[in-house]
T-cell receptor, first 116, second 112 residues
Framework: EAGVVQSPRYKIIEKKQPVAFWCNPISGHNTLYWYRQNLGQGPELLIRYENEEAVDDSQLPKDRFSAERLKGVDSTLKIQPAELGDSAVYLC??????????????FGEGSRLTVL | GNSVTQMEGPVTLSEEAFLTINCTYTATGYPSLFWYVQYPGEGLQLLLKATKADDKGSNKGFEATYRKETTSFHLEKGSVQVSDSAVYFCALTNQAGTALIFGKGTTLSVSS
């Protein structure tokens, strides 16, 4: 069974440029998460989807970040315009559970963004 | 809100040494607790979990016990191997129980 697939693995852009990350969760996983991991830190939640609905976007900086999961399967996270402080690894995770987390979140390998 | 604190690294051990990585938490209610591991070049993966007080999670020789009285979930292994070299993250569910909050991670390096 394929795991969570993310692309691109690496992206280098100049500040003020836009960037987008794509995530394809494990088949049948209705819940999808985007996390951001700064260097030397643990992952921090940006947004959680159940199917196509963003059920928790309270941590998403909405002035420059947006996300979508139009058909309830794959998802895109966009930053426009990027700032130097956005350099981080963007992680996508999926889960077959809705609501409370009691089992495993399955993570992709992440997309490493460097903003120059 | 809920939060987790884990010991700073790096932790450097010789093969077959005993490992402890401390993790304490602050939470409202009764969160579930997790240890995730990230091997070099790989994504985060679940190592073990415990969903209620006094539960012991175990996997690959690692263990951790959910201690409500000390709000701790320390990770232990009796004899580490070079292949255990990785970054270990302690995590707990958020107040709503719908996402995970991670610690900063502890890097473990095991030499032969």
């Amino acid at each position: 069974e394929a795991g969570v697939v993310q692309s691109p693995r690496y992206k280098i852009i100049e500040k003020k440029q836009p960037v987008a990350f794509w995530c394809n969760p494990i088949s049948g996983h209705n819940t999808l998460y985007w996390y951001r991991q700064n260097l030397g830190q643990g992952p921090e939640l940006l947004i959680r989807y159940e199917n196509e609905e963003a059920v928790d976007d309270s941590q998403l900086p909405k002035d420059r970040f947006s996300a979508e999961r139009l058909k309830g399967v794959d998802s895109t996270l966009k930053i426009q315009p990027a700032e130097l402080g956005d350099s981080a690894v963007y992680l996508c995770a999926s889960s077959p559970e809705a609501g409370e987390v009691t089992g495993e979140l399955f993570f992709g390998e992440g997309s490493r963004l460097t903003v120059l | 809100g809920n939060s987790v604190t884990q010991m700073e690294g790096p932790v450097t051990l010789s093969e077959e040494a005993f490992l402890t990585i401390n993790c304490t938490y602050t939470a409202t209610g009764y969160p579930s607790l997790f240890w995730y591991v990230q091997y070099p070049g790989e994504g985060l993966q679940l190592l073990l979990k415990a969903t209620k007080a006094d539960d012991k999670g175990s996997n690959k020789g690692f263990e951790a016990t959910y201690r409500k009285e000390t709000t701790s979930f320390h990770l232990e292994k009796g004899s580490v191997q070079v292949s255990d070299s990785a970054v270990y993250f302690c995590a707990l569910t958020n107040q709503a129980g719908t996402a995970l909050i991670f610690g900063k991670g502890t890097t473990l390096s095991v030499s032969s």
